[in-house]
Nanobody
Framework: QVQLVESGGGLVQAGGSLRLSCAAS????????MGWFRQAPGKEREFVAAITWSQTTIYADSVKGRFTISRDNAKNTVYLSMDNLKSEDTAVYYC????????????WGQGTQVTVSS
C-alpha cells in the first residue's frame, strides 16, 4: 500500500520561508518522479515542481528562483523549500509520485496547508 504523507505546512508571513516534507512508503521511491502540486481556494490544482529519479528538476514559472525541490532516496523523502513566500502561495500543497515514462501521477498525499499572511 503506497502512502505519501506531507508535513511542514503552517502560517508564515510574506517574505518568510517554509520547508515541506513528503515521506513515501510502499513503493520503490528511487524509481519514481516526485512532484509537488498546490490548490488554492476556488482554483484548480496546479503544478509546482518535480524531481525525477535522476535528480532532474522542473519548476512552475511562478515559483522559479524561490522554491527548491530535493529528494533523499535513503529516507524515501522529497522536500520543497520555499523562500520569499507571497500571499499568492497560500494553498494546500500535495505531494505526488509518478512512475517512469508515465504522464500522469499515480499516487497522491492528503495535503498540507500553507498560509502566507501579508
Amino acid at each position: 500500500q503506497v502512502q505519501l504523507v506531507e508535513s511542514g505546512g503552517g502560517l508564515v508571513q510574506a517574505g518568510g520561508s517554509l520547508r515541506l516534507s513528503c515521506a513515501a512508503s510502499g513503493l520503490t521511491f528511487s524509481s519514481f518522479t516526485m512532484g509537488w502540486f498546490r490548490q488554492a481556494p476556488g482554483k484548480e490544482r496546479e503544478f509546482v515542481a518535480a524531481i525525477t529519479w535522476s535528480q532532474t528538476t522542473i519548476y512552475a514559472d511562478s515559483v522559479k528562483g524561490r522554491f527548491t525541490i530535493s529528494r533523499d532516496n535513503a529516507k524515501n523523502t522529497v522536500y520543497l523549500s520555499m523562500d520569499n513566500l507571497k500571499s499568492e502561495d497560500t494553498a494546500v500543497y500535495y505531494c505526488a509520485a509518478k512512475r517512469k515514462l508515465r504522464i500522469s501521477y499515480d499516487y497522491w498525499g492528503q495535503g498540507t496547508q500553507v498560509t502566507v499572511s501579508s
